[in-house]
């Protein structure tokens, strides 16, 4: 009765407030979820701040937690992260930064700051690679897409410094923000003025680019915009199989969830037709899941779409997508000699598109498990259930029980 295997099932940014389109309920408990509700049937639920009670979490400092890297002590920011996640290789003391390709129009006013959700942004960032030119500035840049309209920026070179702010207003109808170094630093400095110059170069690139020209005449936003944000200095992360002797995998086609797992030392395991998006493909997802569970002891499973549809403000779209998660979560339910942690990264409401600190709903089921009487998966419901009201950074070290795998406090 004590299982060997973990897998962690993180259904990101699914849990909501009361939408209007939905007769006042959540997308989560307006959507049919028989598989969840099994799973909740058949495990202990409860609610879970992610951070801690009344703080928004960032996806990043979210999973962090969840995988029991307390942010507080290894944040240094989500553009590493996100630049592991796409391929760069980041070393302690290397300045990353998240990127968005977005829209800016004649008058210089940005207009879509995703440029239309563009997806195959790969030849617009060899383009850059090829064409953008930091050597005066005694610098040099690892740039690489993302998925969809995301991209990262690592800038290479003695004398940079973090602290700086983005060319993002965070809003449509308005022109680029300059960066700027937020101290005194000359190391700050330079960093801006390294991006500045990046920003610069990179607009000439991408507004001759003709993969923009066909976006322009086939009536899309062109990409012909960098925003950039999220500076951080990369970091030291303990390895998660040193940490817990689990070995360990992470599939996600966010490259900010994949970066995470790669820094804590979790294998990538990329699966072809997955989007992070609505379209992905979820089945193909799950049996990479479930191959990667027949030789490792740990995986981390993100899927994306429905925190795109919150910050969307799509109430039905995302209460539909939910349930296209839940058909293909079935083959979970044949787990066996597995712990299934199921559970939000944090709650993206439709009614403000964004992050919120409202507690997520959790559940474990498995081996050992105290099953509790709430059956659905929900907020309200897993409100309800046996684990009570825990935080992001309780979860790990409640697993590790459960698989026999913590060590006694005292003697």
């Known amino acids: 009765m004590i299982a060997h295997k973990v897998l962690f099932l993180v259904l ?28 909740a049937a058949e495990g202990v639920c409860g609610i879970m701040d992610t951070i801690a009670p009344g703080i928004r979490p960032g996806s990043d400092t979210s999973h962090l937690a969840l995988l029991g890297y307390p942010p507080q002590e290894y944040y240094t920011g989500r553009g590493p992260l996100e630049a592991e996640g796409t391929g760069i290789h980041m070393t302690a003391g290397m300045i990353g930064f998240r990127c968005n390709f977005a829209t800016v129009g ?5 207009t879509d700051r995703r440029a239309g959700r563009i997806s195959g942004t790969g030849p617009l960032s060899e383009a850059i690679r090829e064409s953008v030119d930091l050597s005066p500035l005694g610098l040099g840049f690892r740039f690489e897409s993302g998925a969809g309209h995301r991209a990262a920026l690592a800038l290479v070179g003695e004398g940079l410094g973090d602290k700086v702010s983005s060319n993002d207003p965070k809003k449509e109808g308005v022109r680029p923000l300059t960066i700027r170094a937020c101290t005194d630093d000359p190391a700050d400095a330079k960093t801006a003025e ?5 920003i610069r170069q990179s607009a000439k690139v991408l507004s001759d680019h003709p993969l923009n020209a066909r976006r322009i005449e086939e009536g899309l ?13 990369m970091g030291a992360f303990p ?21 995470i797992g790669k820094v804590v030392g979790l294998e990538h ?3 072809p037709g997955t989007t992070g998006s609505v379209d992905s493909d979820l089945d193909a997802k799950v049996k990479a899941t479930l191959g990667e569970l027949d030789r490792k002891d740990f995986v981390l499973m993100n899927i994306k779409g429905a925190d795109e549809a919150g910050h969307d403000g799509k109430g039905i779209q995302k209460r539909d ?3 296209v998660i839940d058909a293909a979560l079935e083959p979970l339910l044949g787990l066996e000699d597995t712990l299934l942690v199921v559970c ?3 709650s993206t409401p439709c009614s403000i598109k964004d992050h919120s600190a409202d507690p997520v709903p959790v559940v474990i089921r498995g081996p050992g498990v105290r099953v509790d009487r709430t059956v659905r998966f929900d907020e309200v419901s897993c409100a309800e259930g046996g684990l009570n009201r825990i935080r992001g950074c309780d979860l790990m070290p409640i697993v590790l029980d459960l698989i026999n795998k913590s060590h006694k406090y005292g003697a």
């Open 321 to 323: 997508f939910i349930e």
């Open 344 to 346: 939000a990264d944090h």
């Open 239 to 259: 390895q998660f199989q040193e940490r817990y002797s689990l070995s360990g995998s992470v599939i996600s086609a966010a490259t900010l969830i994949s970066g």
């Open 269 to 271: 395991i990329p699966v």
């Open 221 to 233: 936003p062109a990409a012909n915009l960098l925003l950039i944000r999220g500076a951080g200095k």
């Open 194 to 198: 390294a991006c500045n110059e990046f």
């Open 106 to 110: 004649g008058d210089g006013l940005i």
């Open 12 to 39: 990101d940014g699914i849990s909501d407030r009361p939408c209007e389109a939905l007769n006042g309920r959540t997308p989560l408990a307006a959507a049919r979820t028989p598989v969840l509700d099994r799973i």
